[in-house]
């Protein structure tokens, strides 16, 4: 049935796709008579991007500098002569062709003194200790839990909590390409959402519970489907479509939670891991994984989700755009790659000590779906709308 | 004018191509000399004979049988005109504008083109030319013998033969090229009314003293364009040329063997798409804001289903036709099940097309039959919302037959789009106002009752349980038989004969391509009784149709003066 029946009765989704086809649905039936009291709502990510909140004033060292005046902070460390530096300068306000500029930048780590290409080897060129973002608001959560930090840590502009962990927003939230809201996403994320969505299998959200209009437990699961993500002719993402799991165990992710007026939370903080286009990384890692979804709407749902991420993970996607995506997108790569080191602050290193991870959080936007096993045929599903 | 100086004056200004095309066009033809050639005056007085400009799907089907599938048309039509109901009567009314003519022109020039061209020629062509550079009269004979065969439906007179082979010869001569030459005739052929118009030639009934029957290539072709929406194929026009179409025993070999062929479904198609006037999806669109999952391609997706639908019941499973008002089974796209809100996976690979699947909904579902999918509901509704006015009109103009007047010019839209209440209103409550209007009351009884118990099918066919907020109450009443939804509304469009006896109406003005005269009562009657007694299946209505004497006589003019229903 299209609208009630859409609130499928049965136990775990993931069960099925274990069992395989016919099997699956076998077991899946079964269960659904022995276990009839839940429901299982279905969604397919139709947005997401680094949860950032710019506002005046939060860098107070001022936004970063555009990127051919962060290109000229290179060359003075280079030790080029200054009237070079200007002449360079002068030839680029005023729209003249200079062909100086660009071979350097693309050479411009050193190793031995050597010229060095930077993105495939970021530490040989210069930090330029570009500043870190020092507001007071950022979008997250408390992942270490502890005390001792609050003062030091954000405060979540929707929930105020406070201490909350999110030192990568710390660390790109000045850079130009990586600042925007929630409503209007930084350049980055735009773009990297643009080649996640149109080129790599839909992710899927399933919520579990008995029932899902009251306050109780719930099981949240993250799936990539086989299928893409379809949209509408206005590129606005299309609900109410079908997909099915992949059933690669790699992307997937279950959690226990509760759901409380509307929104669900997870408490067993575990990883989370989802395959991705390598275009902007091969996989999104989160360990200690939190999330807050608001699924109270029923054409659309949004959250945050969080824990801390690989952040040479996510350098690899910026360096990997190399000098064309550095001027188009995102900036100076190198510098983010050195700002994100700085600001990591979980999994150090047991010889160097340096942070491997950095906290991280991210938005999230869904709308219904029909969820089904990876056996599906047309007219079952496990989960779908409200 | 005279002609030949005209042509001199005229092969000055636009060179070789004007000289042939208008030796082309004196060898045309012309119309009105041939439908009756065979009559005397007095008896041309007598006979009504119709003359159909073929349908775009028609020409279509034509130049695809006779050339291939992969011809250009490299033009566009001009729009039909639908008359009591349907396009194919209307085709009877309309003629060819100046713009009209020019398309036809660009077309068949480029598919004379595509014919001879280097990589058609040896398939299309049936002979070689003594030289490429040269005129050839024996090979432009032989293929002008066999493509007019196709294109005119009949063998080409003599003279008709004669001036296409000397048009080919003239522009062979005039471009020396044998291949040119014979584009421009063929592109003569193809914008000649004999091609673009399917005429009716009427002979003396040897059965029937004093009246008259079609003859027999028109026969093949009325059967062909009824049967398959396409002209005739050799093994019918040899039936035609052996006189056996006029024999009971072979005219009934050839529609069961056309009722067999799997050209059936073309048939069926244009039949349907016709009868639910479906041209109207060209121009269909929505509020994109309200609707944002509807588009051009579902527009298409929502046409194909309910097609595919309506031919598993009359086709596929040779079913009751009233089966479509009520059948649960369908066919769907991923894109169209969203807007059902029932799970249809993508069965192939991403990035590649959608497939069609075949679905059934359940049997709490709302949607059953064709009158609750979005080709009826959305097609019938304005951009932005849904109407229950336009959606009764729809039901009763399409789906029984009968004359919805238009509204006074003078009607007062502000009692319904109104203020204050009725602003947030359901639809019902805002067309309440029509009772108590005496000018709109007389009309909107029949219409709104039945089109608001699809209210619950929004302006782009989602399902939907609330209008501005307020619960939607589908209950009405459908001449005379009470309902409280859509399931017990499509029940009664079942079992109202009303829709059984339209669709007799309907099939068999098609067939005919006029609406019946009074002298067809006795025969639309018979047809509606073996209709019930077939079970309601449309092939045995066709082939009862397709058999018949009446399909193939010609009525009198003094008999018929006016065509009016017999309903």
Excluded at chain 2, 417 to 423: I, V
Aim: some cysteine; overall charge negative; hydrophobic content about 35%.
């Amino acid at each position: 049935m299209t609208l009630s029946a859409s609130v499928n009765k049965k136990s775990s989704p993931r069960v099925a796709v274990l069992l395989g086809s016919a099997v699956g649905l076998a077991f899946n039936g079964l269960l659904a008579s022995s276990a009839a009291a839940e429901q299982s709502r279905g969604y397919v990510v139709s947005w997401f991007a680094h949860a950032t909140y710019s506002q005046e004033g939060d860098c107070s060292e001022g936004v970063h500098p555009a990127l051919e005046e962060v290109y000229f902070k290179y060359l003075k460390a280079f030790g080029e002569d200054p009237q070079k530096i200007e002449d360079i300068r002068q030839n680029f306000l005023e729209g003249r062709r200079d062909d100086r500029l660009a071979p350097m930048m693309m050479e411009r780590g050193r190793v031995d003194g050597k010229p060095t290409n930077p993105f495939t080897n970021p530490a040989s060129a210069a930090d330029l200790k570009l500043p870190g973002l020092d507001g007071e608001f950022a979008y997250g959560f408390d992942l270490d839990d502890r005390e001792d930090d609050q003062a030091s840590g954000f405060k979540d502009p929707e929930t105020y909590e406070v201490g909350v962990d999110h030192e990568l927003y710390r660390a790109l939230g000045c850079a130009r390409a990586f600042r925007g809201t929630l409503d209007v996403s930084p350049t980055y994320w735009s773009w990297a959402w643009g080649q996640l969505a149109s080129s790599q299998p839909a992710w899927l959200i399933t919520v579990t519970g008995e029932d899902l209009t009251r306050d109780g437990p719930v099981t949240v699961t993250f799936d990539r489907a086989l299928e893409h993500i379809r949209v509408n002719d206005d590129s606005s993402p299309r609900a109410d479509m079908a997909y099915r799991i992949d059933p690669d165990p790699r992307s997937h992710n279950e959690y226990q939670g509760e759901i409380k007026e509307g929104v669900v939370t997870v408490s067993d903080q575990g990883d989370f891991r989802a395959l991705q286009n390598p275009l902007v990384a091969p996989e999104l890692a989160l360990r200690n994984f939190h999330l807050r979804l608001d699924v109270s709407q029923d054409e659309s749902i949004r959250g945050i989700m969080g824990g801390y991420q690989p952040w040479q993970d996510l350098y690899w996607g910026f360096g990997n755009l190399g000098i064309g995506g550095e001027q188009q997108v995102i900036g100076d790569a190198v510098q983010l790659y050195h700002l994100m080191k700085r600001y990591a602050d979980a999994d150090p290193d047991p010889v160097t000590g340096q942070n491997m991870s950095i906290s991280a959080a991210y938005y999230i936007e869904a709308v219904p779906a029909f969820v089904g096993n990876p056996s599906a045929s047309s007219g079952t599903f496990d989960a779908a709308r409200n | 004018m005279d002609q030949s100086l005209f042509m001199k004056n005229n092969q000055r200004k636009f060179g070789h191509a004007w000289h042939v095309a208008l030796i082309v066009c004196a060898a045309s033809v012309s119309l009105s000399g041939q439908s009756t050639e065979a009559l005397g005056e007095e008896q041309v007085a007598q006979v009504q004979t119709v003359t159909h400009r073929l349908t775009p799907s028609q020409y279509r089907n034509i130049i695809t049988d006779v050339f291939g599938a992969d011809i250009d048309l490299g033009g566009r039509f001009e729009p039909d005109l639908r008359e009591d109901g349907l396009l194919a009567v209307g085709s009877s009314v309309v003629s060819v504008t100046a713009t009209g003519m020019e398309q036809y022109d660009a077309m068949s020039r480029a598919i004379a083109d595509t014919v001879v061209d280097k990589a058609h020629r040896e398939l299309l062509i049936p002979c070689a030319p003594k030289s490429v550079t040269e005129a050839d009269d024996s090979c432009a004979e032989s293929f002008f013998t066999e493509a007019g065969f196709l294109l005119y439906r009949r063998p080409l007179t003599d003279a008709q033969l004669e001036a296409y082979v000397g048009a080919a010869r003239t522009g062979a001569e005039l471009t020396a090229d044998f291949y040119e030459g014979l584009s421009l005739s063929l592109a003569g052929m193809l914008s000649s009314p004999a091609f673009l118009f399917r005429e009716q030639r009427a002979e003396p009934d040897p059965d029937s003293a004093g009246n008259y029957r079609l003859d027999s290539y028109s026969k093949a072709a009325q059967l062909s364009f009824f049967l398959w929406n396409a002209g005739p194929d050799a093994a019918l026009l040899e039936a035609a040329a052996n006189g056996d179409l006029h024999t009971e025993e072979g005219l009934t070999r050839q529609v069961d063997r056309m009722l067999t062929s799997p050209r059936l479904e073309a048939g069926l198609r244009a039949f349907f798409n016709d009868n639910f006037r479906f041209d109207a999806f060209e121009d269909l669109a929505k509020d994109s804001i309200l609707f944002p999952k509807f588009s051009p391609v579902v527009a298409e997706q929502a046409r194909e289903q309910t097609i595919r639908t309506v031919l598993d019941v009359v086709l596929t499973r040779r079913a009751d036709y009233r089966e479509v008002f009520t059948t649960k089974r369908t066919f769907l796209t991923p894109d169209l099940g969203s807007i059902y809100r029932v799970p249809v996976y993508k069965n192939g690979p991403n990035g590649s097309p959608d497939q069609w699947q075949s679905y059934e909904f359940s049997e709490t579902d709302p949607y059953q039959g064709i009158l609750t999918q979005i080709s009826f509901t959305a097609l019938h509704s304005p951009a932005g919302r849904s109407s229950p006015t336009i959606r009764g009109k729809a039901l009763r103009e399409i789906m029984m037959c009968q004359e919805v007047p238009a509204p006074p010019g003078d009607v007062d839209f502000t009692l319904f789009e109104g203020g204050g209440d009725l602003r947030n209103a359901t639809a019902r409550k805002r067309l309440a106002v029509h009772s108590s209007e005496p000018m709109c009351a007389g009309c909107h009884k029949i219409t709104d009752p039945i089109g608001l118990a699809l209210e619950n099918f929004d302006g782009s066919g989602e399902y939907r349980t609330t209008d501005n907020g307020a619960d939607i109450d589908p209950g009405g009443e459908l001449n005379g038989s009470k309902f409280s939804d859509v399931g017990e509304f499509a029940q009664i469009v079942y079992q109202d004969t009303v829709t059984t006896s339209c669709l007799v109406d309907r099939l068999s003005s098609y067939a005919l391509g006029r609406s019946p005269i009074p002298s067809d009562k006795e025969w639309v009657n018979n047809l509606d009784e073996s209709f019930e007694q077939s079970g309601f299946r449309v092939t045995d209505l066709m082939r009862q149709i397709a058999v018949s004497d009446a399909l193939y006589r010609l009525p009198r003019a003094d008999l018929n003066t006016a065509s009016a229903s017999v309903k």
